[in-house]
């Protein structure tokens, strides 16, 4: 299993979900939809921040080892009426996937993984996003 820093609240999506769930909608099918949107746009972040030019001495020492460590084709796992959905760098494989998001006492952190990983605002979009396909789901249970 491979091991992740990123942690996203969900709390915000429960009111939408039980009202999906209240009108009879696909809950499992709405919230399959946003992980699977979520996990897609975070493993395009990550690739895009760890291009050579936001790496430690613009990518000099690096062996592409981390970019093969992106969980690139996550499936979203259910474990009773929680699901979840594994996104970041697998650690399990050779990488520096760690180091880039935090930095060493020598070595500066890559910024772009950072803000992905370290702030809540690239979090809240990612929520924002939920919560729309959610929404989405609500309108057209709704209309029709």
């Given amino acids: 299993m491979a091991r992740n820093t990123l942690k996203l609240?969900?709390?915000g999506l429960e009111p939408l979900i039980k009202k999906l769930d209240s009108i009879g909608g696909d809950v499992k099918g709405a919230v399959n939809?946003?992980?699977t949107k979520a996990a897609q746009t975070i493993a395009e972040s990550t690739e895009n921040a760890i291009s050579t030019t936001n790496l430690p001495a613009q990518g000099k020492y690096s062996t592409s080892a981390?970019?093969?460590s992106i969980i690139r084709d996550a499936q979203v796992k259910w474990d009773g009426d929680t699901a979840w959905v594994p996104v970041?760098?697998?650690?399990?494989?050779?990488?520096?996937?760690g180091f880039l998001i935090t930095g060493t006492p020598r070595m500066k952190?890559?910024?772009e993984l950072?803000?992905?990983y370290k702030q809540k605002r690239y979090?809240?979009?990612?929520?924002?996003?939920?919560e729309e396909i959610i929404l989405n789901s609500i309108v057209e249970k709704m209309e029709g």
């Avoid at 970041?88 to 996937?97: E, H, I, N, V």
């Avoid at 979090?123 to 996003?129: F, V």
């Fill in 88 to 97: 970041g760098f697998d650690f399990s494989k050779p990488g520096a996937g």
């Fill in 123 to 130: 979090m809240n979009l990612i929520q924002k996003g939920m």
């Fill in 9 to 11: 609240d969900t709390k």
């Fill in 109 to 111: 952190p890559d910024y």
């Fill in 66 to 68: 981390t970019k093969q």
């Fill in 114 to 116: 950072n803000k992905i």
């Fill in 33 to 35: 939809t946003a992980l």
